[in-house]
């Protein structure tokens, strides 16, 4: 059996309907005597919904998963060369992408009928993370095949915006050894111009923590929002609870004085049969018969 294409089959369905599809595919592998087909198969893993929801952006969207995932060559190629520049401005891309993207698969997944919670759009935003800072999880993720959400990852453990060293500055002919009007401009351009980096390197931080924060907001929010859920379909549920126990009670009291209305009538069917016997037996001895 071709192992790759059901496995590709496979993280295309939902995950409620993975385990069914994958069983039935290693019996039939099974029955085929495609003992090595069968083991491959059984071994395949059942996606978390964030990680479902994530392989739908390279399923469906190749072209912007694509792009996601030269950015993440960039940032690893600027962290591996100390480029200071080029990891600042893909850095300001990778926040932007990523909320974005993650958008885009809540969207595509209750396009397919299985809506996302706020904890969810979390997870798959720390899967997007992954992905452009781990290379074995973008290979997994680039063929729609990623399994589990992986652990929280934010920026390069190596190195940061801030901590990257600038590229030095090219070398300037010797001054005299009275310095002009000329030399005090270049001294403030430099100045200027470190005093500008630092900032640069300042607000990509603070982009960052201001994502940080939003994620561990809509976290929240999305935990609340379940709470409340669960909260109103438990009061949902007391309510019928409490309306079946009071019908139950009043149909158990109509039936229970229906059954004490019956015993009467037949008491007092009783009572009128025992008479007429006697009328009959008087009358019969009355007439000798």
Same mark, same amino acid.
């Given at each position: 059996m071709d192992v790759e294409k059901i496995a590709d089959e496979l993280y295309g369905l939902k995950p409620a309907e993975f385990v069914q599809v994958r069983d039935a595919y290693a019996a039939e592998a099974r029955k085929a005597k495609d003992t090595a087909g069968a083991k491959a198969i059984a071994a395949l893993r059942r996606p978390a919904l964030a990680a479902w929801a994530s392989n739908l952006l390279p399923r469906e969207r190749r072209q912007e998963a694509e792009q996601f995932l030269a950015l993440g060559e960039a940032l690893r190629e600027a962290h591996r060369t100390?480029?200071?520049?080029?990891?600042?401005?893909?850095?300001?891309?990778? @926040?932007?992408? !990523?909320?974005?993207?993650? %958008?885009?698969?809540?969207?595509? &997944?209750?396009?397919?009928?299985?809506?996302?919670?706020?904890?969810?759009? @979390?997870? !798959?935003?720390?899967?997007?993370?992954?992905?452009?800072? @781990?290379?074995?999880?973008a290979e997994q993720w680039s063929k729609g095949r990623l399994v589990k959400v992986p652990e929280a990852t934010v920026g390069f453990a190596a190195v940061t915006p801030e901590t990257a060293p600038d590229r030095p500055a090219p070398a300037e002919r010797p001054e005299p050894k009275k310095p002009g009007r000329g030399a005090d401009r270049r001294k403030d351009l430099e100045r200027a111009r470190t005093t500008a980096e630092k900032a640069d390197a300042k607000a990509g931080r603070l982009?960052? =923590?201001?994502?940080?924060?939003?994620?561990?907001?809509?976290?929240?929010?999305?935990?609340?929002?379940?709470?409340? =859920?669960?909260?109103?379909?438990?009061? %949902?549920?007391?309510?019928?609870?409490?309306?079946?126990? &009071?019908?139950?009670?009043?149909?158990?009291?109509?039936?229970?004085?229906?059954?004490?209305? &019956?015993?009467? &009538?037949?008491? =007092?069917?009783?009572?009128?049969? =025992? @008479?007429?016997a006697r009328a009959v037996q008087h009358l019969e001895r009355q007439s000798g018969l």
């Amino acid at each position: 059996m071709d192992v790759e294409k059901i496995a590709d089959e496979l993280y295309g369905l939902k995950p409620a309907e993975f385990v069914q599809v994958r069983d039935a595919y290693a019996a039939e592998a099974r029955k085929a005597k495609d003992t090595a087909g069968a083991k491959a198969i059984a071994a395949l893993r059942r996606p978390a919904l964030a990680a479902w929801a994530s392989n739908l952006l390279p399923r469906e969207r190749r072209q912007e998963a694509e792009q996601f995932l030269a950015l993440g060559e960039a940032l690893r190629e600027a962290h591996r060369t100390l480029d200071a520049e080029r990891l600042r401005e893909a850095t300001r891309q990778q @926040h932007q992408l !990523i909320t974005t993207l993650a %958008r885009t698969a809540a969207g595509l &997944a209750k396009e397919a009928g299985q809506p996302v919670s706020g904890t969810v759009l @979390h997870e !798959i935003e720390q899967s997007l993370h992954a992905v452009l800072t @781990h290379p074995d999880v973008a290979e997994q993720w680039s063929k729609g095949r990623l399994v589990k959400v992986p652990e929280a990852t934010v920026g390069f453990a190596a190195v940061t915006p801030e901590t990257a060293p600038d590229r030095p500055a090219p070398a300037e002919r010797p001054e005299p050894k009275k310095p002009g009007r000329g030399a005090d401009r270049r001294k403030d351009l430099e100045r200027a111009r470190t005093t500008a980096e630092k900032a640069d390197a300042k607000a990509g931080r603070l982009e960052q =923590e201001l994502d940080e924060a939003r994620d561990a907001q809509e976290a929240a929010g999305g935990k609340a929002e379940e709470a409340s =859920e669960r909260v109103r379909r438990l009061e %949902r549920e007391l309510k019928e609870a409490r309306r079946a126990k &009071a019908e139950t009670g009043a149909a158990a009291a109509e039936a229970d004085s229906a059954l004490q209305a &019956a015993e009467r &009538a037949l008491r =007092e069917a009783r009572h009128s049969a =025992e @008479h007429a016997a006697r009328a009959v037996q008087h009358l019969e001895r009355q007439s000798g018969l």
